[in-house]
């Protein structure tokens, strides 16, 4: 399956709670931290959310 590596590039603070939380459900605490995750539409989804907090890239 696919890896996408997504990577927090802003600060949640001052941002709505589900967006909070579906950063901590992504696994990222700090700017600037990265995790890679396999690409599935339920993963798709929660980076539509933070879209505007993360960069996304895919993992060769």
């Known amino acids: 399956m696919a890896q996408i590596k997504i990577t927090l590039i802003r600060s949640v603070i001052g941002h709505k709670p589900n967006q909070l939380k579906t ?3 992504l696994g990222m605490t ?3 931290s990265s995790v890679v995750k396999d690409d ?3 993963l798709r989804g929660m980076i539509n959310t ?3 907090l993360v ?3 895919n993992v060769k």
Do not use: G, Q, R
């Open 23 to 25: 950063i901590k459900a």
């Open 30 to 32: 700090k700017t600037h």
């Open 40 to 42: 599935t539409e339920a």
């Open 50 to 52: 933070v879209a505007h």
């Open 55 to 57: 960069t996304v890239e």
